[in-house]
């Protein structure tokens, strides 16, 4: 086996799902879109794949067990607004809804679920635009 001189890698993630996970977003979209890590029906069904790696909650957020869920599945929705699967003009407020309505359900008081949604609302702009796609780094 050859050994290769160099990694190959993107910076920016401190979890990784170690199963399989699914859930309807209800959020319909007009086509299916297939990733390596990432499934979205146009149904809404969602399913992200064991392996896929995410940065939780982002910015002055806590990483608390009512964040996790909604974090990994904005992430992932994001994520195929970055990489241009997904219109964020149509899709991130949805998002950003989802995340709130998740956290509240997880057993997040109303107060901060609301102040979570108005953080992503405020601030999330740059992690959903295309320009900011995951750069690939090298070492050495």
């Known amino acids: 086996m050859k050994t290769e001189s160099s990694i190959y890698y993107r910076c920016g993630y401190k979890y990784q799902l170690a199963r ?3 859930c309807a977003t209800g959020i319909c979209s007009d086509q299916f879109i297939e990733t390596d890590f990432i499934r979205f029906g146009i149904d809404g069904a969602l399913l992200i794949r064991a ?5 939780g909650p ?5 990483d608390t067990k009512n964040f996790m869920r909604g974090s990994l599945v904005h992430d992932a929705l994001y ?3 970055r990489e241009g699967r997904l219109s964020a003009e149509t899709y991130r407020d949805r998002a950003d809804r ?3 309505q998740m956290c509240r359900v997880d057993g997040m008081s109303r107060l901060r679920a609301w102040w979570v949604h108005h953080g992503v609302a405020f601030g999330g702009g740059q992690a959903a635009d295309t320009a900011n796609d995951k750069e690939t780094l090298t070492a050495p």
């Open 79 to 81: 994520q195929l607004m």
């Open 20 to 22: 399989d996970y699914s």
């Open 51 to 55: 392996g896929y790696a995410w940065d």
């Open 98 to 100: 989802l995340l709130q």
């Open 58 to 62: 982002s910015g002055p957020a806590v």
